[in-house]
């Protein structure tokens, strides 16, 4: 087993002194994994996430990126392992160019002249924005800002990245191109964390869930256990994807099925073509 | 209210419809024409550019009004040709809410944004407070008459949106994407209030993502795609066509696929299709006792 690449103990959050918003969190996130974080507005999601890049440091409890105590380091220098990616990509854009706004991260991280540019260019080619270096960042479209947001973390060679709400604001298309390009990522690697409330997206791409409620986690397992959770999932607001919910019912009813869609699929045709 | 009547007419008639932004170089809406019956919950799917928005703001008046633009054919909202007239004119008749709940709210309290438009319409006083009394109970915000708009969630931001339209008592109600924003709870209680809507007889045109949702409650499905109609049918008519979906990038929902699948191979007769979950699930308990016996 591999060291994890953030180790979460025992922590406690607040923002005002009243009342924690995460109670005795604990969880090790390995190099590689594909996590999604699920849970109601206001579950805890995203204090969770902003502890793990070191911008919040937890009341009680450590946070350990890559073997350092966030407590005991910068924020920045946490910032070289852990990108986050806000929700609004508007609120971390700031250049007026595609290509300054990528190289921003990476001149600020002390990377050598010659570092920047191939960081920078590998950014352009892995968001697909080489040919829109040269443009507005106001001018992008929505799906395009969110890549950018993206790539700006990616150029500073994170070894994990966070994408807060990955899809919100996107159409079908613009959703895939986006998920698509984090599991590429993923397969080279790059460890992801995404915080999400579309249960098909955490269906097709996430290998991890972690459910949040409440400030607790309630369900910390491999996507196929969460997906099956009902209960774990209702505490997060969520029903799994139709051809679980299908594959549920056939499954009450005695069919015994596969519970992804591709299988199912196959699973029914063939049981059905028997006779 | 009385509701207008419309003999023989439909409350929605659109005829030849194709439209050109100023700044447009092709038909963002080309040869579009449909007729929308009182009552019916008539949805709109199509991929990003398709023409959807643009669609619900000429059926609004918005378009070519404030946009300017090249425009032909015609468009009746109960009656009335909506480019003669300015969208003030026709803000009884119809209503449209938008994507971005953030960006809708004009009051300082819900009960002045809910007042807002009524004034413009030199609705009565006596009749003001009736309607804002049953607007608030329906989208469940009559607690909050008194509170800020901005202090709201996205959720009941949106459902202030949709107050705001249904207090003017339109003939027809416009939604682009209302729940598109929003978290899963939010998204949920915004149905319900559209599914009130339909039961309480609102003709409703929704411009909607969520297939599997729209395979329950739509009448009919207009599937846009480039200004153009691709398709207009029942839904389970239309989710039959998997691959028309496919070509224009959009989603049917997992059970329509699965039914298609099956009926093409011959497992399930065509007449048993269905979109929608429960009865996909009927049938195939139905079909898998029949070989298992």
Same mark, same amino acid.
């Given at each position: 087993?591999?060291?994890?690449?953030?180790?979460?103990?025992?922590?406690?959050?607040?923002?005002?002194?009243?009342?924690?918003?995460?109670?005795?969190?604990?969880?090790?996130?390995?190099?590689?994994?594909?996590?999604?974080?699920?849970?109601?507005?206001?579950?805890?999601?995203?204090?969770?996430?902003?502890?793990?890049?070191?911008?919040?440091?937890?009341?009680?409890?450590?946070?350990?990126?890559?073997?350092?105590?966030?407590?005991?380091?910068?924020?920045?220098?946490?910032?070289?392992?852990?990108?986050?990616?806000?929700?609004?990509?508007?609120?971390?854009?700031?250049?007026?160019?595609?290509?300054?706004?990528?190289?921003? &991260?990476?001149?600020?991280?002390?990377?050598?002249?010659? /570092?920047?540019?191939?960081?920078?260019?590998? %950014? =352009? #080619?892995? $968001?697909?924005?080489?040919?829109?270096?040269?443009?507005?960042?106001?001018?992008?479209?929505?799906?395009?800002?969110?890549?950018?947001?993206?790539?700006?973390?990616?150029?500073?060679?994170?070894?994990?990245?966070?994408?807060?709400?990955?899809?919100?604001?996107?159409?079908?298309?613009?959703?895939?191109?986006?998920?698509?390009?984090?599991?590429?990522?993923?397969?080279?690697?790059?460890?992801?964390?995404?915080?999400?409330?579309?249960?098909?997206?955490?269906?097709?791409?996430?290998?991890?869930?972690?459910?949040?409620? &409440?400030?607790?986690?309630?369900?910390?397992?491999?996507? /196929?256990?969460?997906?099956?959770?009902?209960? %774990? =999932? #209702?505490? $997060?607001?969520?029903?799994?994807?139709?051809?679980?919910?299908?594959?549920?019912?056939?499954?009450?009813?005695?069919?015994?099925?596969?519970?992804?869609?591709?299988?199912?699929?196959?699973?029914?045709?063939?049981?059905?073509?028997?006779? | 209210?009385?509701?207008?009547?419309?003999?023989?007419?439909?409350?929605?008639?659109v005829?030849?419809l194709s439209y050109q932004y100023?700044?447009?170089?092709d038909w963002a809406l080309h040869n579009v024409?449909?007729?929308?019956?009182?009552?019916?919950?008539?949805?709109?799917?199509?991929?990003?550019?398709a023409g959807k928005?643009t669609l619900?703001m000429c059926?609004?008046?918005?378009i070519?009004?404030?946009?300017?633009?090249?425009i032909s054919g015609?468009?009746?909202?109960?009656?009335?040709?909506?480019?003669?007239?300015?969208?003030?004119?026709?803000?009884?008749?119809?209503?449209?809410?938008?994507?971005?709940?953030?960006?809708?709210?004009?009051?300082?309290?819900?009960?002045?944004?809910?007042?807002?438009?009524?004034?413009?319409?030199?609705?009565?006083?006596?009749?003001?407070?009736?309607?804002?009394?049953?607007?608030?109970?329906?989208?469940?915000?009559?607690?909050?008459?008194?509170?800020?708009?901005?202090?709201?969630?996205?959720?009941?931001?949106?459902?202030?949106?949709?107050?705001?339209?249904?207090?003017?008592?339109?003939?027809?109600?416009?939604?682009?994407?209302?729940?598109?924003?929003?978290?899963?709870?939010?998204?949920?209680?915004?149905?319900?209030?559209?599914?009130?809507?339909?039961?309480?007889?609102?003709?409703?045109?929704?411009?909607?993502?969520?297939?599997?949702?729209?395979?329950?409650?739509?009448?009919?499905?207009?599937?846009l795609?480039e200004g153009e109609i691709?398709?207009?049918?029942?839904?389970?008519?239309?989710?039959?066509?998997?691959?028309?979906?496919?070509?224009?990038?959009?989603?049917?929902?997992?059970?329509?696929?699965?039914?298609?699948?099956?009926?093409?191979?011959?497992?399930?007769?065509?007449?048993?299709?269905?979109?929608?979950?429960?009865?996909?699930?009927?049938?195939?308990?139905?079909?898998?006792?029949?070989?298992?016996?």
């Open positions: 087993m591999p060291e994890p690449l953030i180790q979460i103990r025992d922590v406690n959050y607040a923002y005002t002194k009243e009342e924690d918003v995460l109670h005795d969190i604990s969880m090790d996130i390995y190099p590689g994994e594909f996590v999604a974080f699920v849970g109601q507005n206001g579950a805890g999601k995203t204090t969770c996430a902003k502890l793990m890049n070191g911008i919040l440091k937890p009341r009680t409890g450590e946070v350990v990126v890559d073997g350092q105590l966030t407590e005991e380091v910068a924020a920045s220098v946490i910032a070289r392992n852990v990108g986050y990616s806000y929700q609004n990509p508007d609120h971390q854009i700031w250049a007026m160019k595609v290509e300054d706004e990528i190289k921003f &991260g990476p001149n600020n991280l002390s990377f050598s002249e010659a /570092e920047v540019k191939e960081q920078v260019e590998e %950014a =352009l #080619e892995l $968001a697909n924005l080489t040919d829109k270096r040269d443009e507005y960042t106001f001018a992008l479209g929505w799906g395009e800002r969110q890549k950018l947001a993206v790539a700006s973390i990616l150029a500073m060679r994170p070894k994990i990245i966070i994408v807060d709400e990955p899809t919100t604001g996107l159409d079908k298309d613009g959703s895939l191109r986006i998920m698509n390009l984090l599991q590429r990522l993923n397969k080279k690697g790059l460890t992801v964390v995404i915080i999400t409330h579309d249960i098909d997206i955490v269906a097709a791409y996430a290998n991890r869930v972690v459910v949040f409620a &409440g400030g607790h986690i309630v369900r910390d397992d491999m996507v /196929e256990e969460v997906m099956v959770d009902l209960d %774990a =999932l #209702e505490k $997060a607001d969520l029903r799994p994807p139709q051809h679980i919910r299908v594959a549920l019912a056939l499954k009450e009813y005695g069919v015994e099925v596969e519970m992804s869609p591709e299988l199912l699929r196959e699973n029914i045709s063939n049981l059905l073509q028997k006779a | 209210m009385e509701k207008r009547k419309f003999m023989d007419e439909p409350i929605v008639n005829k030849d100023p700044s447009g170089k024409s449909f007729r929308v019956e009182e009552g019916e919950f008539f949805g709109i799917v199509g991929p990003t550019g928005t619900a059926l609004r008046g918005l070519p009004q404030n946009f300017g633009g090249k015609s468009i009746k909202i109960a009656g009335v040709g909506t480019m003669s007239k300015t969208p003030g004119e026709l803000a009884d008749r119809v209503g449209i809410v938008f994507q971005n709940a953030e960006t809708q709210a004009i009051g300082l309290t819900v009960r002045e944004d809910l007042a807002f438009g009524l004034e413009n319409m030199k609705v009565t006083r006596e009749e003001m407070q009736k309607r804002i009394d049953r607007v608030s109970k329906l989208i469940g915000l009559s607690e909050f008459l008194e509170r800020e708009p901005w202090a709201l969630s996205g959720g009941q931001k949106q459902k202030l949106a949709i107050g705001g339209v249904l207090a003017m008592e339109p003939d027809v109600l416009i939604l682009d994407e209302p729940t598109a924003e929003l978290d899963p709870v939010s998204k949920s209680s915004i149905f319900d209030i559209v599914r009130r809507l339909q039961d309480e007889g609102v003709t409703i045109i929704m411009i909607e993502h969520e297939v599997e949702t729209l395979a329950d409650v739509a009448d009919r499905i207009l599937v795609n691709a398709m207009i049918a029942p839904p389970d008519e239309a989710f039959r066509e998997v691959s028309l979906f496919k070509d224009v990038r959009e989603r049917v929902p997992f059970v329509a696929d699965l039914m298609s699948t099956l009926v093409d191979q011959g497992a399930v007769p065509e007449n048993r299709f269905t979109s929608r979950e429960e009865e996909a699930i009927a049938v195939l308990k139905e079909y898998l006792e029949g070989e298992n016996a």
